[in-house]
C-alpha cells in the first residue's frame, strides 16, 4: 500500500515512516503543504496521513482537495490540537479518522487495518458486498450478479448514502462501448429484485442512490 505522510515534526515522521515500512507500507514523506499538494496533483495515495499544522497549505485544506480528487482513498488526520472546530472540519471535509498526538504505534497500525478492512467491504442488515471481488453475499449466501450489476452496485456502495448521477454510472458500467441506447432504467430494476428491501432510491433527473442506515 502507498502512503503519502505529511508532517512537519521530523523526529515524529521518521518514528512513523520506520514503523509503516516495518510492515511492508511504502511511505512517501514530506514536510509541508505546498510540495504536498504539488504530490497529490500528480499521484494517488491509498492512504494519507496528515498533520493539520503545517506549513504552507494546512491540513483541513489538502483534505478537502485530496476528496475532490481522489474519494476512495483513506485519510488520518494527525495532530496535537484539541480544538473542536478543526474535528468538525476534519470530519466535514471528508476525513476518515482522526488521531491525536503523542500516540502509540500500535494505535496507528490498529486504525489504519480497521479503515482497510473497511474499505473492503460493507455490511448493511443482512447483506455484505466485498468490493474487490465485487460479490454480494445475503446471511453467508453468495447472490448471482452478472458483470454490470456488479459495477453498478460497486459504485453505488462505494458512494452508500451519496447520489450518484446517470452519466457518471454509464460511464462507469459501460465503460467506452459505442451504444445509442444504455439500458440503466432495466438494470436497476434487475438489481433492485435482488434485495428484499428498497435501498436503490431514484433522485429524479439526477441519478441513483443507494440508501442505507448501517
Known amino acids: 500500500m502507498n502512503i503519502l505522510l505529511i508532517e512537519d515534526d521530523l523526529q515524529l515522521a521518521k518514528i512513523v515512516k520506520k514503523i509503516l515500512e516495518s510492515k511492508q507500507y511504502k511511505v512517501t514523506f514530506v514536510d509541508n503543504g505546498d510540495v504536498a499538494l504539488e504530490n497529490i496533483k500528480n499521484n494517488q495515495y491509498e492512504l494519507y496521513l496528515i498533520d493539520i499544522n503545517i506549513p504552507g497549505v494546512n491540513g483541513l485544506e489538502l483534505v478537502k482537495y485530496i476528496r ?109 462501448q459505442e451504444k445509442n441506447n444504455y439500458p440503466l432504467r432495466q438494470l436497476v430494476n434487475e438489481i433492485r429484485k435482488k434485495f428484499d428491501k428498497y435501498y436503490i432510491k431514484t433522485i429524479v433527473g439526477i441519478g441513483y442512490r443507494f440508501e442505507s442506515k448501517n
Open 68 to 176: 475532490e480528487l481522489y474519494d476512495d482513498s483513506i485519510i488520518i488526520m494527525i495532530t496535537a490540537s484539541i480544538d473542536e472546530y478543526y474535528f468538525q472540519k476534519a470530519y466535514e471535509y471528508g476525513c476518515d479518522d482522526y488521531i491525536k498526538k503523542p500516540f502509540h504505534a500500535t494505535e496507528l497500525e490498529v486504525r489504519i487495518k480497521h479503515l482497510l478492512n473497511k474499505r473492503k467491504k460493507i455490511k448493511f442488515d443482512d447483506y455484505e458486498f466485498f468490493f474487490d471481488e465485487m460479490e454480494l453475499y445475503k446471511n453467508s449466501q453468495r447472490i448471482l450478479l452478472r458483470k454490470k450489476e456488479k459495477k453498478f452496485l460497486y459504485l453505488l456502495l462505494k458512494n452508500i448514502n451519496k447520489t450518484v448521477s446517470s452519466r457518471e454510472i454509464i460511464d462507469f458500467v459501460w465503460e467506452k
